[in-house]
Every structure is written in structure tokens, then in C-alpha cells.
């Protein structure tokens, strides 16, 4: 069975990205509310601005983590891409000197006659 059309798949990942980016949306808005309640000298207002900024710092500090996870991944995916071309490499090698060993020891074999 083949997997879904690519413009289909590019929407899915879209949708999911926005699915989680609004689960952390709302986790930062319960846990600035959270941290709002322990402060019951607020005025409502103080209280929004409060919730306002945690709210605010949570997102930038969730892009900033995202963004070095992002880069990270991409130096992962290099550093593997190149190790893996250079065990190919050296499989490639092997091969081929394996195959022209077992060549020159069977017209070896052959000339002995």
C-alpha cells in the first residue's frame, strides 16, 4: 500500500505542527495562570500582564529550544550522511579488492595447470 500524496503529507505535517504548537500555547497559558494565582495581591490588570509576559517569554523560549533542536538535527543528518558515504566507501573498496583477489587467484589457478 503507498503512502499519502506529497502535497497531502506536507499537509498533515502542517497540521500537526499547528496541533502542537497550540498544545504548548495552552500549557504556557495554564502555567502562567498557575503562577498568577500564587500572587493574590494582583489587580486584574497586573494579573493579565503577568500572564501576558510568562505567556509570551514560555513561546520565545519554546522557539528558541525548537530552533537549536532544529539546527542540531541538521548537523546530525550531516555528520551521518558522511559517516555513512565513507562505509560505503570503504564497503565499495573491499569488494572490489575482494573480487579482483578471487580473480587473480583463479587465473593463477588456471596458468598453474
Do not use: N
Not at 76 to 104: H, K, M, P
Amino acid at each position: 500500500m503507498k503512502g499519502p500524496a506529497p502535497d497531502v503529507a506536507a499537509g498533515i505535517a502542517r497540521l500537526e505542527g499547528y496541533l502542537l504548537a497550540q498544545g504548548r500555547l495552552s500549557e504556557a497559558r495554564r502555567e502562567a495562570e498557575e503562577f498568577a494565582d500564587r500572587m493574590p495581591w494582583l489587580t486584574t490588570a497586573q494579573r493579565e500582564d503577568v500572564v501576558s509576559h510568562y505567556v509570551q517569554d514560555r513561546i520565545a523560549l519554546t522557539r528558541r529550544v525548537l530552533a537549536a533542536l532544529v539546527a542540531r538535527a541538521g548537523e546530525l543528518r550531516q555528520e551521518y550522511t558522511e559517516r555513512y558515504e565513507e562505509l560505503r566507501r570503504r564497503l565499495v573498496c573491499g569488494s572490489v579488492a575482494a573480487l579482483l583477489c578471487s580473480a587473480a587467484l583463479c587465473a593463477a589457478a588456471l596458468l598453474a595447470r
